[in-house]
């Protein structure tokens, strides 16, 4: 069920009932030269929605814009700095809690934006645990997680990719982005085949200096549609797992 296909009065009665909602969140950022743009926000709403749809839960518009500083030396890359990423969180997270939503559960396709999620987490809570018992609304749970993190999901890519799966424009986001784009599929040959390893924290111009085609680590070129199609599997099971626990749905 996606939030922007129903009307409010559908969204009211869903509220009788539950009140937890996904809320995907990605980054449009470069992903090598086999990666689309939007693989970060395409991954993880692929299994929100499908999640939404077998499950019934509610699943809010994709957060397509993320923390991708370091990307900003490839064109194509949109950045939101971590103090914008944290007060768009924050008006987010405040519209859901004033119609009633007490359990939101971010699904999350890119590690560039975990430690601003966690701030925004500290915001939230800081802010209604500084007022006043009588003051502040009704009960708020958040949590985050990361799609690509999921148990099945790294059994899989390590069985499927081994040390070819790195830890940027992975072969296993490829292959997922691909399962959901089939239309966007690019064939490109990768030179080195591996990527170099190393750390992102860096500004833009050092980034691409120790990563001169975007990829850290990987073979993307391993990916296919049909290894999408079992990481979109093995992802709606780790997120239903997952999901199950915070909410404590059945
Ligand atoms: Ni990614």
């Known amino acids: 069920m996606r939030l922007q296909h129903l009307t409010w009065q559908e969204v009211e009665t869903y509220l009788r009932q539950r009140t937890d909602i996904i809320v995907p969140i990605g980054s449009t950022e470069q992903h090598g030269p086999n990666g689309l743009v939007g693989t970060d926000a395409i991954c993880p709403e692929t299994v929100a929605w499908e999640v939404g749809e077998r499950y019934g839960v509610l699943v809010a518009p994709t957060q397509s814009l993320g923390m991708a500083q370091h990307h900003l030396a490839f064109p194509g890359t949109i950045s939101l700095r971590p103090s914008t990423l944290i007060a768009v969180l924050r008006d987010t997270l405040l519209s859901l809690s004033r119609h009633g939503f ?57 069985s499927l990719y081994g040390d070819a799966e790195g830890t940027h424009a992975t072969a296993s986001e490829v292959a997922l982005s691909w399962f959901a784009r089939p239309d966007a599929v690019k064939q490109v040959e990768m030179s080195p085949r591996l990527a170099p390893q190393g750390s992102a924290q860096c500004d833009a111009e050092e980034f691409r200096r120790r990563f001169p085609d975007g ?15 079992r990481f979109f599997e093995a992802s709606v099971d780790d997120v239903w797992e997952a999901y199950r626990a915070f909410t404590g749905r059945e």
């Open 102 to 158: 007490t359990h939101v559960f971010f699904l999350n396709g890119h590690g560039g934006n975990i430690a601003t999620l966690s701030a925004a987490f500290a915001e939230v809570y800081a802010e209604r645990s500084l007022l006043d018992g009588d003051v502040r609304r009704g009960e708020l749970n958040l949590t985050n997680n990361n799609w690509f993190a999921g148990p099945r999901v790294r059994k899989l890519a390590e």
């Open 215 to 229: 990829r850290m680590g990987s073979d993307p070129s391993l990916a296919s549609i049909e290894h999408g199609r």
